[in-house]
């Protein structure tokens, strides 16, 4: 299956400092990415749906200029976690929609953020 | 409002028995379903698929039932293996364009030796 990256795995940041998250397709083009939050226990909420080469959407109460998503080429998208507070620690994935298999999403392995 | 529910939030099974996952949806614009494996701390993983045009798919121990008209669809795993022990997501999706998939809240198998 298709194989998809995100960077880093792992990211503990001091409260009010921004944090970037990439999220990478290896081996097919993505025109649109996904980004996805889990909480402990709870389901994959959807935060936004990022397509290249335009402004991400955004979930209701998500907000967007706390959640910068920037989706520059068909391979990357990125989510930057601007003034983080401790709320903000969280398990983020992204997954990303590849035509040849338009019913699937491929997902990355995700990034644990831990604000102090 | 949730539009796909898993309602048994664990299930626990003997090695070598069957296990068996429900997921029930609202939506009845859903026109494919996917179950998702996933560990903690890394991705969901792919493990299979239906249309909503069948009521059954099958891939080696992994069978998945959809019954449309209940707005319903299960996972059978058969044997059950220790290594199936994580959580499973459903997920639904609309049309098989750039649309995202809608989870259930999941449920953790956890098969015994």
């Known amino acids: 299956g298709a194989v998809v990256s995100q960077h880093p795995s792992r990211v503990i940041c001091k409260s009010g400092t921004s944090v970037k998250i990439e999220c990478r397709s290896l081996d097919f083009q993505a025109t649109t990415m996904f980004w996805y939050r889990q909480f402990p226990k709870q389901s994959l909420m959807l935060m936004a749906t990022?397509?290249?080469?335009?402004?991400?959407?955004?979930e209701q109460g998500v907000e967007k200029d706390k959640f910068l998503i920037n989706h520059a080429s068909l391979t990357l998208s990125t989510l930057t976690v601007t003034s983080a507070h401790p709320e903000d620690s969280s398990f983020y994935i992204c997954?990303?929609?590849?035509?040849?298999?338009?019913?699937?999403?491929?997902f990355g392995p995700g990034t644990r953020l831990t604000v102090t | 409002d949730q539009q796909v529910k898993q309602n048994s939030p664990s299930l626990s099974v003997q090695e070598g028995r069957i296990s068996i996952l429900n997921c029930d949806y609202t939506n009845s614009m859903f026109d494919y379903f996917l179950w998702y494996k996933k560990y903690p701390a890394e991705g969901p993983t792919f493990l299979i698929s239906?249309?909503?045009?069948?009521d059954k798919n099958e891939d080696g121990r992994f069978t998945v039932f959809l019954n449309k008209s209940a707005k319903h669809l299960s996972l059978h795993i058969v044997p059950s293996q220790p290594g199936d022990s994580a959580v499973y997501f459903c997920a639904a999706k609309v049309d098989s364009g750039n649309t995202p998939l809608v989870f259930g809240k999941g449920t953790r198998l956890s098969v015994i030796a």
């Open positions: 990022s397509n290249e080469g335009s402004k991400a959407t955004y």
């Open positions: 997954s990303a929609f590849n035509r040849a298999t338009p019913y699937e999403q491929y």
């Open positions: 239906i249309s909503s045009i069948k």
